[in-house]
């Protein structure tokens, strides 16, 4: 998929979790994207002048959006392990809560991604959403 179907794609994917902002009384998927979007945030920080350097990327919140979902579909199909406490210090806030969702409510996401391609969504390349666009 090229940026713009991943983003949509994304999108679409992300809207379809709206059951997970009804759970216990919390709003999970918010919560998720949240996580998501401090984790993009921190990660623009590692060169000065991120926009200048990568000009035409996709913004904060559709790079957020999109790792979440990335993440869950990882998780969902088995692309990433579930993480064990080792890797607890070393894997970012988001991966974790992404696999604590599957965990918990594998049957909501499968239900709510029913008719969509999961399989596009784990392979989703974040490089590819922060290349300048034709390249």
Known sequence: MNKKQTISAARKAFDALYSLDDQRQRHYRSELFALAAAGERQHRKFVDNFAAHHPGAASVTDCARTM???????????ARKMPVPADYLSTPPECLFAAALVAEYRGVIVDAWAGLDVAALTSADY???VRPDGV
């Open 127 to 129: 490089c590819a959403l």
């Open 68 to 78: 979440a979902v990335v993440r869950l579909a990882e998780y969902l199909t088995g």
